[in-house]
């Protein structure tokens, strides 16, 4: 079946660092990566999404690359902000099948 | 225009009760999908509606059933409550024709006692 593996967390950052979140999935055929963000309190809302091999997401600052040799689709951001402090879900869609598929999330701290 | 909407916000019931949340989606959108997230996990599918039938369940009993209007909003009722019913009920809507992105509402926590 699907499934989706992140990082665990807390990750714990100072301002203006680089962050990574790793993320693979188990998917037959060719499925939609998303990463969706949750700030305490409320929903998710979608943060950046690819739908095919070596499509790069982008959005806010944040980029993921669908990887398809590697099954990856790893969440970075350049210098991060204490408003990004959130939990963060990869997730994906299989082609033809609209049930997202979610990870455990990862919840991010950015110290100022 | 307004985003996804979810009523009540927060709900206490009694184990064995029933239950009815409420989901209105986004301006547009005709396709209402169900989601129950435990605390610290994430988001599990329950099921989804599209024109007014369920068109795709995830791994729920059958305690946990919905319904959409005409008006694409959309309900979602659970039977006999178990404490381990407890948890974030989120709703999303999506355009049929579109690439599947999920627009989220803030959720309904229901608290089984």
């Known amino acids: 079946g699907n499934s989706v593996t992140q990082m665990e967390g807390p990750v714990t950052l100072s301002e203006e660092a680089f962050l990574t979140i790793n993320c693979t999935y188990t998917?037959?055929?060719?499925?939609?990566l998303f990463w969706y963000v949750q700030y305490p309190g409320e929903g998710l809302q979608l943060l950046l999404k690819?739908?095919?091999?070596?499509d790069k997401g982008s959005n806010k600052g944040f980029e993921a690359t669908y990887r398809k040799e590697t099954t990856s689709f790893h969440l970075e951001k350049g210098s991060v902000q204490v408003s990004d402090s959130a939990v963060y879900f990869c997730a994906l869609s299989r082609a033809g099948r609209r049930a997202l598929t979610f990870g455990s999330g990862t919840r991010l701290q950015v110290q100022p | 225009d307004a985003g996804v909407t979810q009523s009540p916000t927060h709900l206490i019931k009694t184990r064995g009760q029933q239950v009815t949340l409420r989901c209105s989606p986004k301006s547009g959108h005709d396709t209402v999908s169900w989601y129950q997230q435990a605390l610290g996990q994430g988001p599990q599918f329950i099921f989804q509606y599209y024109e007014e039938e369920e068109r795709q369940r995830g791994n729920f009993p059958d305690r946990f059933s919905g319904h959409q209007f005409p008006n694409y909003s959309s309900e979602l009722n659970v039977n006999a409550l178990l404490l381990g019913d407890s948890a974030l009920y989120l709703c999303?809507?999506?355009?049929?024709?579109?690439?599947?992105?999920?627009?989220f509402g803030p959720g309904t926590r229901l608290t089984v006692t």
């Open positions: 998917a037959t055929g060719y499925p939609s």
């Open positions: 690819a739908t095919k091999a070596d």
């Open positions: 999303a809507s999506s355009l049929s024709g579109g690439l599947n992105e999920q627009y």
